[in-house]
């Protein structure tokens, strides 16, 4: 990315990434995990429970992204969506670690809200600090990085995530998935002081520097 895009959206696209490439390791692995583990053997019960848990992740996410998405729009300045937007990653970093102990449908379920709430937190405040810094002539290049390194890591991770759960077991994958959220996390957190306390009304582009 080099000198072309600013501090803040550089951490922004890198914080996506290493939150993508956690839970593209879990993709590829997630259904085979319920067959195995909490359907056990049963490949058709398995498949309504991994129906069901994509069914209440997105409910979840998208009933509460609007609302807070709203909420964030009326306060001025950045700050509410910074600590939202870590707040969620935090809380998503969380949630796999509960499959290391789950054996009941339930616990599914009631982690994918986990992650469904902690994912409404994230997208609507991650996606204004975006908007709001982004570089100004740079707005289709730098939407177009965010997209290219969300599909690089949820693809290069969706391969190595198979090999591992079929090498270490799916107890390391989760693992994995949490320690690059909590990467993400920390990233997020290097952006504090370059949050915007004022005028969100007026999106301001700030100048571009050198460095990471």
Known sequence: MGRMVNRVIKILI???????????????????????????????????????????????????????????????????????????????????LGFLISTQPWHIYALQVVHGVAMAFVVPSWSAIFTRHIDKDREAFEWSLESTFLGIAAGVTGAIGGLIAALFGFSVVFILVSFFNMISVFLLLSIKNNIFPTDHRFPRVPPIKPGF
Request: hydrophobic content about 50%.
């Open 14 to 96: 890198t914080s996506d990434f290493f939150l993508n490439c956690g839970w593209g390791l879990l993709s590829p692995v997630f259904a085979i995990f319920i067959v195995q583990k909490i359907a056990v053997g049963s490949p058709s019960e398995g498949a309504k429970i991994a129906g069901f848990a994509a069914f209440v992740y997105w409910v979840s996410k998208s009933l509460l992204q609007v609302p807070i998405g709203r909420y964030l729009d009326k306060d001025h300045g950045e700050i509410d969506d910074f600590w939202f937007m870590v707040f969620g990653t935090f809380l998503s970093a969380l949630s796999p």
